[in-house]
């Protein structure tokens, strides 16, 4: 099937996948996650065993990969010792189960895709005015409102920083300063033989 981009202006498509598909946006971000965790999982094998000398620096590729015809052909050779066997094993095991993963994330987007160009003719107005008006614009509103006080209070955060750092001594504190080096400069005028 080919893949399918949804480009729609007055109702996006994750509005209706929001109100109407939560539970299959759900199935897609696990299969995602689940994916990704083993893609790590993977990554972490080769970092820890596949550098020199490591167990499956010998089923890499040449350009520094691990692929999962690499690691067939290293099991294949009968040059691997029992623990390299195991590792590689267990590492084919987590490719494949990372494309399992792979596959079902893409056909749970693919479903999703679908239901959701379903689901545009069968809007009511109703549901229409609920999308656009509370799900879109009052949604954009309050987002903006929000980033609009943020702003402003951090402006005003700055500005008594500002304040506080210019008017942070107080007059009686400058007075005692002024007095105390007054006092030395008339000393240090008066050991130079200067009267003041």
């Known amino acids: 099937m ?5 480009v729609a202006d007055v109702i996006p498509p ?12 759900q199935a897609v971000d696990d299969a995602q996650a689940k994916a990704e965790e083993l893609g790590r999982e993977i990554e972490e094998l080769i970092e820890e065993h596949g550098v020199e000398c490591g167990l499956m620096a010998e089923a890499m590729t040449e350009a520094g990969k691990l692929t999962a015809a690499s690691l067939k052909a290293r ?3 009968g040059e691997a010792e029992p623990e390299e066997v195991e590792l590689l ?3 084919s ?11 079902a994330t893409k056909e749970a987007e693919e479903a999703l ?5 379903k689901k545009y003719p069968e809007l009511t107005e109703d549901e229409i005015r609920t999308l656009v008006v509370d799900d879109k614009w009052l949604t954009d509103i309050a987002e903006l409102i929000e980033a609009e006080i943020e702003a402003r209070t951090e402006q005003l955060t700055a500005r008594v920083r500002v ?3 210019r008017y942070g001594h107080t007059l009686p504190e400058i007075s005692d300063r002024m007095a105390a080096l007054e006092a030395k ?8 033989g200067i009267s003041a």
Request: charged letters at 25%; proline letters at 2%.
């Open 2 to 6: 080919n893949k399918v981009r949804l």
């Open 14 to 25: 994750r509005l209706i996948v929001a109100r109407f598909f939560p539970e299959m946006q």
């Open 75 to 77: 099991q294949k050779s």
């Open 89 to 91: 094993k267990h590492a």
């Open 93 to 103: 095991k987590i490719m494949s189960a990372e494309t399992a993963a792979k596959k």
């Open 113 to 117: 895709t679908e239901a959701t160009l």
């Open 163 to 165: 304040l506080t750092e």
């Open 185 to 192: 400069v008339s000393a240090h005028l008066a050991a130079m």
